[in-house]
């Protein structure tokens, strides 16, 4: 009905034309449609809005007497005169908590209109000559000797055009499939009262829930832990949107910084905000935020951009896999490549040429470290995998745009980065590590050596796809299975608990020698999994009868789970700079600038990680929760905005929690699109 005009034609009394558009069920409903009439002295076209039963709740009716009318009870209320072979454009908004129709037509607004039989949802338009069939009824007689009235006549001919007929859904759960937005509002009313707001950014507590009702997912599933943590750290994610002259921004902490950038703006945690906010439906926030970083110092990058080691383009490409927005993917390129020179400065110099790359340890945001120092130049694993995944985002980016010249060279300088990087794996330890520099007189590179502690970063080259798929390298997970290695009571470590200087450098000073930052926790759980999705090798863990896959992903899970149960203090919901790991105890708890601190994701491993969604770079959507089997009998994740589309998965064991039928279902825009009965990878073609 869209674009073409729609004939309904009736000369029978007894007979209806009908034409009829399903609709995703709503509460809130905005449609229009353009009617022409060949007539105005006969016939009757009724326009009723139904639930998912069939019940009418209001009509708009063109009556044989000429004129608009709305049914609003036992009787119609006149809404204007029409005339034949007339156009009317009709916009009509339905508001069933309100029980309300209202009405313009060309423009002009007609009137409000009381419902004459409350629905709770809008699900069907139906365009129908002549009016409802009533009989028979359930008290009409089986046996019935009368005659109808005109039988045998024959009416004129009525003739109805439609066209142009459109539907909005204004609810809040527009795109939500499965669940509603305002029954997780009761943790948005906790988060905002307990606490004054001290600080107030472009979002206020008050507008809080409404604009995550407009842009964030739902999460629903029985650890409840899990789900106030999903609604606080968007609640939180929130507080960081600032306004500034040139646009939207976001900060790291709220409490002004000496060492920031103009608007408070620190760069250590860009990635982790791009990754996080690539989920947001509304992409205005995320525009503001990446323009203001390359555009917003007088139309040039900001100055301390490149203050802190960075996976930026990485992150640009990460949030084009999700959105799909190519245009806005290539306005940021030049940017890209101009970020990624900006490290040139930092490589070794080889008689082959440019060799791996060095930071110090402050610059890569980790100030006090086991391996290195604040003045000590490095080769650090952290480093080299961002800029590895920074020339492949960009090959791929240039690539799109057509310029294979770009997308060749960068696609060598992250081949050539590979090889070099097979230096930073330590075979003693079965570790990717820091390698520190080894110096001839002359002060020319000789070789490295190895600093000899294993630290959490040794895991990001699983983040970015550089480690190599073999049995050698995933023998560095066994790490997060052990109290000596990584794993700790209140999440993973920064570095292993065995070494002898583990948390030897105090307390207060931004250690990462061994407690627990948010910040790596959230780039390791992000790495394993990619390699529980995209490599295939994996060390035995025991040989218990559960297949050694679902024994890799109780590890992921456990470690998410810690990470849930640390964010709290004082008995609230928490999220601040670093933790001790064995009490859970945050170790700037009571200072003001650890409050709602924004150097981490959380939300984005719910989504990608936990229940599995894969972005893609084609039109596919894969979908691979990580959830192992026998933990939750359901979780489902809905109206998450993918590729112009809106994604729904379910995960329901015993399929009595959704009713959409038992295991795991992935709905598309409202519909079912893949399914399978237990959990496990499903790939659709959008």
Not at 4 to 12: I, N, P, T
Not at 164 to 174: C, M
Not at 602 to 612: A, T
Request: neutral net charge; hydrophobic residues 35%; charged residues 25%.
């Amino acid at each position: 009905m869209n674009g073409q005009w729609l004939q309904l034609s009736d000369s029978d009394p007894f007979d209806n034309a009908v034409a009829e558009r399903k609709l995703p069920a709503t509460n809130r409903l905005k449609v229009s449609f353009d009617v022409r009439a060949a007539q105005n002295r006969n016939g009757r076209l009724e326009i009723d809005f139904k639930d998912s039963r069939g019940n009418t709740s209001t009509r708009i009716c063109f009556m044989n007497d000429g004129y608009v009318r709305v049914k609003t009870g036992a009787r119609y209320s006149k809404v204007m005169a029409y005339q034949p072979d007339s156009t009317y454009h009709f916009e009509a908004f339905l508001d069933a908590p309100h029980r309300q129709l209202s009405l313009s037509v060309n423009g002009r607004i007609r009137g409000k209109y009381i419902f004459f039989a409350p629905t709770h949802e809008i699900e069907r338009i139906t365009f129908r000559t002549g009016s409802e069939p009533v009989e028979p009824t359930v008290d009409t007689p089986a046996d019935w000797d009368g005659i109808l009235p005109k039988a045998g006549s024959i009416d004129s001919c009525a003739v109805f055009r439609l066209a142009h007929v459109k539907s909005e859904n204004l609810s809040t759960d527009s795109g939500a499939a499965v669940l509603k937005a305002d029954d997780f509002g009761h943790y948005v009313s906790y988060f905002n009262a307990m606490e004054p707001e001290s600080i107030v950014q472009a979002i206020p507590n008050a507008s809080s829930w409404e604009w995550m009702k407009a842009n964030v997912p739902l999460f629903e599933c029985p650890d409840k832990q899990f789900e106030q943590c999903w609604y606080y750290r968007w609640w939180t994610l929130r507080k960081h949107i600032e306004r500034t002259p040139v646009g939207y921004a976001m900060t790291e902490f709220l409490v002004p910084r000496s060492y920031a950038d103009k608007y408070n703006l620190i760069s250590s945690a860009l990635g982790h905000h791009i990754h996080e906010s690539r989920w947001l439906r509304n992409n205005v926030w995320l525009d503001g935020i990446l323009h203001t970083w390359f555009y917003g110092n007088s139309g040039q990058p900001m100055r301390k951009l490149d203050a802190y080691s960075s996976w930026t383009p990485a992150s640009i490409w990460s949030r084009y896999l999700v959105d799909g927005r190519k245009d806005s993917l290539l306005s940021f390129l030049p940017r890209m490549k101009w970020e990624y020179h900006q490290w040139d400065n930092h490589r070794y110099s080889t008689p082959q040429g440019p060799g791996l790359y060095w930071q110090y340890d402050v610059r890569d945001a980790m100030e006090e470290t086991i391996s290195g120092g604040r003045r000590d130049k490095n080769a650090r694993p952290s480093i080299n995998s961002y800029m590895y995944g920074n020339a492949l985002a960009i090959a791929a980016a240039a690539e799109l745009s057509g310029d294979e010249a770009t997308a060749t060279e960068y696609r060598l300088r992250a081949d050539t980065l590979r090889r070099l990087s097979a230096a930073l794996w330590d075979d003693e330890a079965s570790f990717y590590e820091v390698q520190r520099p080894v110096y001839d007189t002359q002060h020319r590179l000789l070789s490295f050596k190895s600093a000899k502690v294993r630290e959490e970063i040794g895991f990001l080259p699983w983040y970015f796809g550089l480690a190599p798929d073999d049995l050698k390298t995933a023998t560095a997970w066994l790490q997060l299975t052990t109290d000596s290695g990584f794993r700790a009571p209140y999440g993973i470590t920064t570095a292993e608990r065995r070494h002898p200087l583990f948390r030897s450098h105090g307390v207060g000073k931004c250690e990462w020698d061994g407690a627990v930052w948010p910040f790596a926790t959230a780039q390791t759980l992000t790495a394993m999994a990619n390699w529980l999705n995209d490599y295939r090798v994996r060390p035995m863990l025991t040989t218990r009868k559960d297949s050694n896959e679902n024994q890799w992903r109780h590890v992921y899970f456990a470690e998410l789970k810690k990470y849930v149960e640390s964010q709290s203090h004082r008995g609230r919901p928490y999220i601040g700079e670093y933790l001790d790991e064995s009490t859970g105890a945050w170790l700037m708890g009571d200072r003001e600038r650890s409050r709602y601190y924004n150097h981490s994701t959380f939300n984005d491993l719910i989504i990608s990680g936990l229940c599995g969604l894969r972005p893609q770079p084609d039109n596919t959507l894969v979908v691979n929760p990580l959830l192992p089997t026998a933990t939750w009998d359901y979780f489902c994740l809905d109206n998450v905005a993918y590729h112009g589309h809106r994604i729904t998965i379910v995960w329901d064991q015993h399929g009595g929690k959704y009713h959409l039928g038992t295991g795991l279902s992935v709905l598309v825009d409202g519909i079912v699109k893949g399914r399978r009965p237990d959990l496990g990878k499903i790939s659709i073609k959008l």
